[in-house]
């Protein structure tokens, strides 16, 4: 069964309950087709400004050959102008979607290749070492030590708490630095889309690998 015919019932709630089920456990098994889902009001809109040009032209067509036809072949003529215009909407709706599949899914691809041939986690031996708690640790040994373990929010909120409590410029520079390859990481593997914060954090920092993980956060965000 070709559930991509049915996308327009199932986003209206046309579908029989039955019916539906089928095609909610197809999504679950093409990614495609819950892609095109996710998608369907962006390329509708899309799609019924393009028909709109196409059907204002069919209609200037057809007025200059009236005088070559009935005037009762006129409510046929109208009749088949709908028709078509729900032909052309699908047509363009399937074919503007399988587009934004495609296009989706070869950024993805593109991204997850960056990310994989460039990127290397900031390695600290004194963090990798340390134990599990953070209990007696300074302030930035404790974010050093939730980023060696990418638990990202703890190591957010350290950073914060960092930032309020000092003001000595190398320490806020190491922070910094970490703070923008967590916010790197949260928009790779989690997509928090956190680009920018990222791009910010890496731009307060005056550590050399600060300007190269910049470039890869701007490099990541255009996909």
Same mark, same amino acid.
């Given at each position: ?8 019932d199932y986003i209206s709630?046309?579908?029989?309950? $039955?019916?539906?089920?089928?095609? $909610? %456990? ?9 892609? #095109?889902?996710? %998608? ?20 200037? @067509? ?6 070559? /036809?009935?005037?009762? $072949?006129?409510?046929?003529?109208k009749a088949s102008i ?12 399937? =074919?503007?979607?399988? &587009?934004?599949?495609?296009?989706? =899914? ?20 004194? #963090?990798? +070492?340390? =134990?599990?708690?953070?209990? =007696? @640790? ?22 914060? /708490?960092? &930032? /309020? ?24 593997? /989690?997509?928090? %889309?956190?680009?920018? $914060? ?13 300007? +190269?993980?910049?470039?890869? #956060? ?6």
């Open positions: 069964m070709d559930y991509y015919e049915y996308i327009d709630g046309k579908l029989s309950d $039955e019916l539906k089920l089928d095609f $909610e %456990n197809a999504m679950k098994l093409d990614d495609s087709l819950k892609l #095109a889902v996710e %998608n369907y009001d962006e390329a509708k809109s899309i799609s019924e400004g393009l028909l709109e040009i196409d059907i204002m032209g069919t209609i200037d @067509k057809l007025s200059s050959e009236k005088n070559l /036809q009935k005037q009762e $072949e006129l409510p046929t003529s709908f028709t078509m215009r729900r032909i052309m909407a699908a047509a363009s709706i399937i =074919g503007l979607i399988a &587009i934004a599949t495609w296009w989706l =899914g070869n950024n993805d691809k593109l991204q997850e290749e960056l990310w994989t041939k460039n990127y290397v986690q900031i390695i600290d031996p004194d #963090a990798v +070492k340390s =134990g599990d708690g953070v209990e =007696g @640790k300074d302030p930035l040994a404790t974010v050093k030590h939730y980023y060696a373990r990418n638990y990202n929010e703890e190591c957010i909120e350290a950073v914060d /708490q960092l &930032i /309020q409590n000092t003001d000595n410029r190398d320490t806020l520079s190491l922070a910094y630095l970490y703070l923008g390859d967590t916010y790197l990481k949260r928009s790779y593997h /989690q997509g928090t %889309n956190q680009w920018k $914060e990222a791009i910010a954090a890496f731009e307060k920092s005056n550590e050399k690998d600060a300007i +190269k993980r910049k470039q890869w #956060a701007i490099d990541l965000s255009s996909y």
